[in-house]
């Protein structure tokens, strides 16, 4: 791995309100690698992406960007710096449009001809997107919604791009399609991706560093491979 | 016949100016959540601004000479005034309590007695008459009269309404007033600053209701500091009728409410001008519990 990491975690603790999600995570994502974090339900998977996104500010430990701390940078700051998050259950705004959508994605930018290109550039990644372009978001389906929270994560131009839960209630073969495609984001723009799972085995098989996650706590850190011949997480987390 | 019409006219006037202060109440529901109740103030600080703008304007025989750019001195000021006030309102007296709904409905009831006495304080108890001589005049067809000012008002209303219109469907600023009223977590994920849209929105909709501030005034040729009070209340009636939380709804209503007002005065009893809005509400909250465009008020709205 190269040397520097991009994103670092260190002893954060985090959580909503009383209730203590992260007791003390550590991880640090390298330039453009895929890395995923598996856990079960409830683990903090998603308060751990919250928290980088500054949605959650930290009770204590610290976050790094770039070399810079963003503890306590709002989260409005974070897009234009390059940090990016689809959450969880995708939130695409149901009722403005395709296109709204992905016009808000790039709200920040001023660049006109820069947000042109990339909007083609995601309506030929998503085809699908551009056909239903004058459609409210709420009337696409599962899949178009997951698709349509990409590509408006992408109009925001990413260097570390935070995924939770992609798969979540998708068929089969659309999950398999979305999985190529984050592949492919990572592959041609060498964006950085953080992947947070319940599906282990579809997480472990795209990246290529993991994290096992456990009631607030990182209990494994280990290559995507190793984690998914280890004995133990394919017994908690791969249902043998 | 001629009657009809002439109460017609009389409708929409008024009606249009219900409209551009239910917008107000509409649009921060929209994004906050809150009954705005100060909201009514922001309309009369309008009209108290116009009136003082307007009487310098003539003191200085500046009406003589320039009409129309006394005219849009006034509105102008008015409306930033109100807007700045909307917003030094919301970031002192809603901002610092925006976790609990129930304590920023109270801080709002507590603004606008704080305003209303205000104004009591500064301009006086008694009504400040606004200038007549600017709009002399007007159509007559048969017995139908449609004066200068009426026409001034229903211009500067669809004005008005167009223009948010634009700003609120067709701008990159409007995107995102819709985006966080929809979820604003997600919007600062798309560095979407919540606090300064809704700040916006204050902005926005105090202004609208400053513009009725003046219209009011020239209209009924004087304003009172505790005006905020009854036109605020047929306005927040419109903007539920509407269906609260929906611009194209508040706009409906506002004109249903002065409709239904100046033909129930006209044909029924004037006495009981002030009933019938309330009555039609409660007609259609009876079949139509979100209101007339009313959306799914649901919590997370997601």
């Known amino acids: 791995m190269s040397a520097e990491p991009i994103l670092e975690l260190k002893d954060v603790h985090s959580g909503y309100g009383s209730i203590k999600a992260l007791k003390g995570i550590s991880l640090k994502a390298y330039p453009g690698e895929i890395l995923a974090i598996i856990g079960a339900n409830g683990a903090g998977k998603s308060t751990t992406l919250m928290t980088i996104c500054g949605i959650v500010h930290p009770d204590q430990g610290e976050i790094f960007y770039k070399g810079k701390k963003i503890n306590k940078i709002p989260a409005q700051k974070l897009p234009p710096?390059?940090?990016?998050q689809v959450p969880e259950g995708r939130r695409i705004f149901p009722r403005l449009t395709v296109e709204e959508n992905l016009i808000l994605g790039a709200f920040y930018r001023n660049d006109r001809a820069g947000i042109d290109k990339d909007m083609e550039h995601v309506y030929s990644l998503f085809p699908i997107l551009k056909e239903r372009s004058r459609q409210q978001g709420g009337t696409l389906s599962g899949g178009e919604q997951q698709m349509l929270a990409l590509a408006r994560a992408l109009m925001t131009k990413p260097e570390v791009l935070l995924l939770d839960e992609p798969s979540l209630g998708l068929a089969p073969i659309i999950v398999q399609s979305i999985f190529d495609i984050i592949a492919d984001i990572n592959k041609n723009s060498d964006t950085t991706i953080i992947l947070v799972e319940q599906n282990a085995n579809l997480a472990l098989q795209t990246a290529q560093r993991g994290y096992v996650l456990e009631t607030g706590r990182i209990t494994l850190e280990d290559d995507a491979e190793s984690l998914l011949n280890n004995a133990d997480i394919r017994k908690a987390y791969l249902g043998e | 016949m001629d009657y009809f019409i002439q109460q017609l006219v009389n409708g929409l006037t008024l009606g249009g100016l219900y409209a551009l202060i239910a917008l107000g109440y509409t649009m921060v529901y929209g994004v906050i959540f809150l009954i705005n109740f100060a909201h009514g103030e922001f309309f009369t600080a309008g009209g108290y601004i116009g009136v003082i703008a307007l009487s310098y304007c003539i003191a200085h025989g500046y009406t003589q000479t320039h009409p129309f750019l006394c005219l849009a001195g006034a509105f102008s000021l008015a409306m930033i005034y109100s807007a700045y006030l909307a917003v030094g309102v919301e970031k002192i007296a809603y901002l610092p309590l925006r976790g609990s709904r129930l304590a920023v409905l109270l801080s709002a009831l507590g603004m606008s007695i704080f305003l209303q006495n205000g104004m009591m304080l500064t301009q006086g108890v008694m009504d400040k008459a606004y200038p007549g001589e600017l709009f002399?005049?007007?159509f007559s067809f048969g017995m139908v009269t449609i004066s200068y000012l009426q026409i001034m008002i229903i211009?500067?209303?669809?004005l008005l309404l167009f223009g948010l219109n634009r700003l609120v469907y067709k701008t990159k600023i409007g995107m995102a007033m819709r985006a966080t009223a929809q979820d604003k977590t997600m919007s600062a994920l798309v560095a979407i600053g919540s606090n300064n849209?809704?700040?916006?929105?204050?902005?926005?909709?105090?202004?609208?209701?400053?513009a009725a501030g003046v219209m009011v005034g020239l209209y009924y040729g004087s304003v009172h500091y505790d005006m905020g009070f009854n036109l605020g209340m047929k306005a927040f009636c419109a903007a539920v009728l509407g269906g609260i939380g929906n611009i194209t709804g508040a706009m409906?209503?506002?004109l249903i409410i002065g409709l239904v007002e100046v033909f129930g005065a006209g044909y029924i009893s004037g006495q009981y001008k002030d009933v019938f809005?309330?009555?039609i509400l409660i007609g259609v909250l009876y079949y139509r519990p979100t209101g007339i465009m009313g959306e799914n008020i649901?919590?997370?709205r997601v």
Not at chain 1, 81 to 84: A, I, T
Not at chain 2, 155 to 158: C, F, L, N, Q, R
Not at chain 2, 197 to 210: D, E, H, N, V, Y
């Open chain 2, 252 to 254: 409906l209503g506002g």
């Open chain 2, 277 to 279: 809005a309330f009555i």
């Open chain 1, 81 to 84: 710096m390059g940090l990016c």
């Open chain 2, 197 to 210: 849209i809704i700040s916006l929105t204050f902005a926005i909709g105090a202004g609208l209701a400053a």
């Open chain 2, 155 to 158: 211009t500067m209303t669809v």
């Open chain 2, 298 to 300: 649901d919590e997370t």
């Open chain 2, 136 to 138: 002399e005049g007007g």
